[in-house]
C-alpha cells in the first residue's frame, strides 16, 4: 500500500528556513518522479518543486534560488529545503508522485506558515 507521510512544517519568520521530509513506503521513490506541491486556502494547488529517477530537478519561478529539492534512497525519503521563506509560501505542503500531482494527496500534509 503506497503511504507518504509529510513532516517538517511549522511557523517561522520571514527570512527563516523549514526543511519539510516526505517519507515514502509502499513502493521505491527512488524509481519514480516525485514533486512536492503547495495549497493555500482560497487558492489553486502549486507545483513547487520536482525531481526526477536520475535526480534532475526543477522548480516553480516562485520558490528558483530558495527552495531544493533533493532525495534520499536508502531511506525512501523526499526532502524540501526551504530558505528565505516568505509569507506568501504559507500553505500546507504534500509530497507525491508527479503522475499524481493532480489527484487527492495521499498524504496529511504539513503546515508551513511565515510570518512578516
Known amino acids: 500500500q503506497v503511504q507518504l507521510v509529510e513532516s517538517g512544517g511549522g511557523s517561522v519568520q520571514a527570512g527563516g528556513s523549514l526543511r519539510l521530509s516526505c517519507a515514502a513506503s509502499?513502493?521505491?521513490?527512488?524509481?519514480?518522479?516525485m514533486a512536492w506541491f503547495r495549497q493555500a486556502p482560497g487558492k489553486e494547488r502549486e507545483g513547487v518543486a520536482g525531481i526526477d529517477s536520475v535526480g534532475s530537478t526543477t522548480y516553480a519561478e516562485s520558490v528558483k534560488g530558495r527552495f531544493t529539492i533533493s532525495k534520499d534512497n536508502a531511506k525512501n525519503t523526499l526532502y524540501l529545503q526551504m530558505n528565505s521563506l516568505k509569507p506568501e509560501d504559507t500553505a500546507m505542503y504534500y509530497c507525491?508522485?508527479?503522475?499524481?500531482?493532480?489527484?487527492?494527496?495521499r498524504g496529511q500534509g504539513t503546515q508551513v506558515t511565515v510570518s512578516s
Open positions: 509502499g513502493f521505491t521513490s527512488s524509481n519514480v518522479c
Open positions: 507525491t508522485k508527479t503522475s499524481e500531482i493532480r489527484s487527492p494527496p
